[in-house]
């Protein structure tokens, strides 16, 4: 089994960044697609990425450009750097990766954006 935990999340100005970090551990080598979902407050959990295992990355429409996810499958990590941070931006970020035939998540970390 694999376990999740999310790290990095805090407050933020619009324009500024911030990074986030999932720190993966148990059947770390069974982790295939990795990536990160974000709900905000009275809306639905949305898609923000996904890191294939062949290393292919794909990004939704909202964040193309403005951030950039990366995984270390060694050392059981993945990470979303967030830059030119928006209002719109602000919710709880999860990690997810499908492992040993499951889909797996984080507990979430809180990232608001605001002045």
């Known amino acids: 089994q694999v376990q999740l935990v999310e790290s990095g999340g805090g407050l933020v100005q619009p324009g500024g960044s911030l990074r986030l970090s999932c720190t993966a551990s148990?059947?770390?080598?069974?982790?295939?697609?990795a990536g990160w979902y974000r709900q905000a407050p009275g809306k639905q959990r949305e898609w923000v990425t996904t890191?294939?295992?062949?290393?292919?990355?794909t990004y939704a429409n909202a964040v193309a450009g403005r951030f950039t996810s990366s995984r270390d499958s060694v050392k059981g990590m993945v990470y979303l750097q967030m830059n030119n941070l928006k209002p719109e931006d602000t919710a709880v970020y999860y990690c997810?990766?499908?492992?040993?035939?499951?889909?797996?998540w984080g507990q979430g970390t809180q990232v608001t954006v605001s002045a």
């Open positions: 997810n990766v499908f492992a040993g035939a499951t889909w797996v």
């Open positions: 148990g059947s770390i080598s069974e982790i295939l697609n």
């Open positions: 890191i294939a295992h062949n290393g292919q990355i």
